[in-house]
Nanobody
């Protein structure tokens, strides 16, 4: 099993920044790490992914240039999502996910086997 614990959510004004963290523990199944979000009354959507071995990344068009995904293996494994120039449309619950390398698109939730409990991000003035 892989355990994922998100943190770093909160309330921020438009234009502000937040950094989300996802602490990863358990057996290795983290070849691909992703961030998804679910806005109120909307379906869960892909935000960003990072491939563990070569740090290849991709982003949803709505966050490209504003969000950055990264990972840190020093000691324990943590995946970050740096969010800058936040907009009200970024409001939602953000989830960290982990999965194996497969033929399923990393933008699909089906590519991920393990999920965190989520952390709330609210962008409001």
């Amino acid at each position: 099993q892989v355990q994922l614990v998100e943190s770093g959510g909160g309330v921020v004004q438009p234009g502000g920044s937040l950094r989300l963290s996802c602490a990863v523990s358990g057996r290795s199944f983290r070849h691909v790490m992703g961030w998804f979000r679910r806005a109120p009354d909307k379906e869960r959507e892909f935000v960003a992914h990072i491939r563990y071995n070569n740090e290849t990344t991709s982003y949803a068009d709505s966050v490209k240039g504003r969000f950055t995904i990264s990972r840190n293996d020093a000691g324990s494994t943590t995946v970050y999502l740096q969010m800058n120039r936040l907009e009200p449309e970024d409001t939602g619950v953000y989830y960290c996910a982990s999965g194996p390398i497969s033929t399923i698109s990393v933008r699909s939730a089906r590519a991920y086997s393990f999920w965190g409990q989520g952390t709330q991000v609210t962008v409001s003035s």
